[in-house]
């Protein structure tokens, strides 16, 4: 037999070969609660992935919403009626979000995976499937991208194979904070204000130690110079407020008075409407 009547396995990739994701915070956090709510005979939580394409061809993922549907050891039915009706209401309220992938709750791509792809692959040209990981193995909440690649035997499709992709998960410190509380599988109680704003205070300290370390180095000679990471130090100490010591530690303390006196009034308040309800529920009895 000729070389040319040879028969290739081959795969066929998108046309984004560097594809990458970013997933805010708000989509974890949306996630894990509808995992939380989802019924019992349910192992996991499917849901469609909204966000938009920016132009270096990342992929912003920037909402999500649930989709109800049942799964077998053979094949997984999606309602795609509420799907659809879903996709329509977010529009209504952000038509710039658009359908970029799927995901699921679990660690790594299961058998049904392929299956849900595909259809996702008819809403969407390339769609991003992403997987959380809500048991929090280990105490780390296992996030990952993955994008789908065919596998084809000359002009015959076998099947289709994940790849992971790189993926961009940025949060600020208060973000930071409840993420590092949903890791943890047993909690005593939620952090108060005061409390978050101490765990804040000491990672900034930290930070500014490994700051101070890297300058001390780098003027001994111990590290090579990099003209990035200098002018972004010097960027961030010129935006600091030239303020006395005196002056500084007032501004600080009449914050911290300011938030304690709202801790207060709250606290009232609460106690004033609990005191309330008692009243009224006794005067209903009498």
Known sequence: MAADDHTVLQLSTPSTANLSAKVHPLVIFNICDCYVRRPDQAERVIGTLLGSVLPDGTVDIRNSYAVPHTESAEQVALDIEYHHNMVVSHQ?????????????????????????????????????????????????????????????????????????????????EAERLGFDILKTTAVDKLPNDLEGMEVTMQRLLALIDDVYKYVDDVVEGRVAADNSIGRFIS????????????????????????????????????????????????????
């Open 235 to 286: 960027d961030t100490v010129a935006s600091l407020p030239k303020l006395s010591p005196s002056v500084f530690d007032k501004l600080v303390n009449d914050s911290l008075q300011d938030q304690l006196l709202l801790l207060y009034l709250s606290s009232i308040t609460r106690t004033q409407l609990g005191l309330a309800e008692k009243l009224n529920t006794a005067a209903q009895i009498l």
């Open 92 to 172: 209504k309220v952000n038509p710039k979000e658009v359908i970029v992938g799927w995901y699921s709750t679990g660690l790594g791509v299961t058998g049904g995976s392929a299956l849900i792809h595909d259809f996702y692959s008819r809403e969407v040209p390339n769609p991003v499937h992403l997987t959380v990981d809500t048991g929090f193995r280990n105490g780390e909440g296992t996030i990952k991208a993955y994008f789908s690649v065919n596998l084809a035997l000359g002009d015959r499709q076998l099947a289709a194979q994940f790849q992971e992709i790189p993926l961009d998960l940025r949060m600020v």
